[in-house]
């Protein structure tokens, strides 16, 4: 006959859990290792997560900031845009009393000779 078990069956309830005795079972000792590897591999799972959700944050505050910085580069195009206007300059130039009088001839190109 193949020989039994003849291992002491170890109930396990919640007043074992609560008085510590549980801590002095034959099976805790005999899985402290791998108790042991689970639950360091449950801390480096919460501190990925934890790492991800900071660089998530971070992503999505930049994503925001350069919302506002792409609508603060259209606003500044468009005013220097409005202000290029030649009638916008024009209206400048006689505020500032500069003397400045638009040309009635067009301009012309110079060409120098290479010596």
């Known amino acids: ?3 039994k078990n003849n291992r002491k069956r170890y109930r396990v309830s919640l ?6 005795r549980i801590l002095e079972s034959d099976w805790l000792r005999r899985n402290r290792l791998l108790i042991f590897v689970v639950v360091v591999m449950l801390l480096v799972n919460i501190s990925i997560r934890y790492k991800s959700e900071k660089t998530i944050r971070h992503i999505t505050a930049l994503q925001d900031s350069l919302k506002e910085l792409r609508s603060e580069s259209v606003a500044v195009a468009a005013e220097l845009m409005k202000m290029s206007r ?3 300059v ?3 130039v006689e505020k500032s009393n500069l003397g400045l009088e638009v040309s009635k001839e067009p301009p012309r ?3 120098v000779d290479k010596e």
């Open 109 to 111: 190109r110079l060409y």
């Open 1 to 3: 006959m193949p020989e």
């Open 90 to 92: 024009m209206d400048r």
């Open 86 to 88: 030649p009638s916008e």
């Open 15 to 20: 007043r074992t859990i609560l008085n510590g």
